[in-house]
């Protein structure tokens, strides 16, 4: 086998100014599985919701989850360009994620209910990220948890929104 594929990954320490790097990547791991739930979710509302308000909640949540798919991704890159791992097994995403699944049948109201609260939950753990970088030089990860809190900010309202119609 070729050494090029016995590279291991592995966190690297980075010289950037940022203080407590590991500290910003565990916040950002969580943000992250909370991203790839709320994918997973929105996408699997977006197959399965019936009823008069299909076609704006099937285009809305496409929207959305293909909006998180790209996100997950710059996520995990800031996560990386910090020194650290990010995560990389399906159950380290379901440990840190405080995104729940919902049971039972559920109608294109309570789908829609689900999200818009959801992507509240996840406006505030990018919240706290803000809070938590706000003193270790690391005005990157400030602007990228800022530039996804407005996103689910403005999901939510959307769907909160959308929810009054049902």
Do not use: C
């Amino acid at each position: 086998m070729s050494n090029a594929l016995n590279v291991i990954p592995s966190s690297d320490e980075v010289s950037t100014g940022v203080r407590d790097t590991a500290v910003i990547a565990d916040a950002l791991a969580d943000v992250l599985s909370d991203t790839y739930r709320l994918v997973f979710k929105t996408h699997a509302y977006h197959w399965n919701v019936e009823g008069p308000l299909f076609y704006s909640v099937h285009n809305l949540t496409e929207e959305h989850y293909e909006d998180m798919f790209q996100a997950a991704d710059e996520l995990a890159e800031r996560i990386r360009a910090l020194g650290h791992l990010a995560p990389s097994s399906m159950s380290d995403v379901l440990k840190r994620s405080a995104i729940d699944d919902k049971t039972g049948e559920l109608s294109a109201e309570d789908m829609i209910n689900d999200l818009a609260s959801d992507h509240e939950r996840l406006a505030h753990r990018l919240h706290a990220v803000v809070e938590i970088v706000e003193d270790r030089k690391d005005p990157v990860t400030e602007d990228l948890a800022t530039e996804r809190s407005a996103f689910h900010e403005k999901a939510a309202w959307m769907l909160r929104a959308l929810a009054k119609s049902s």
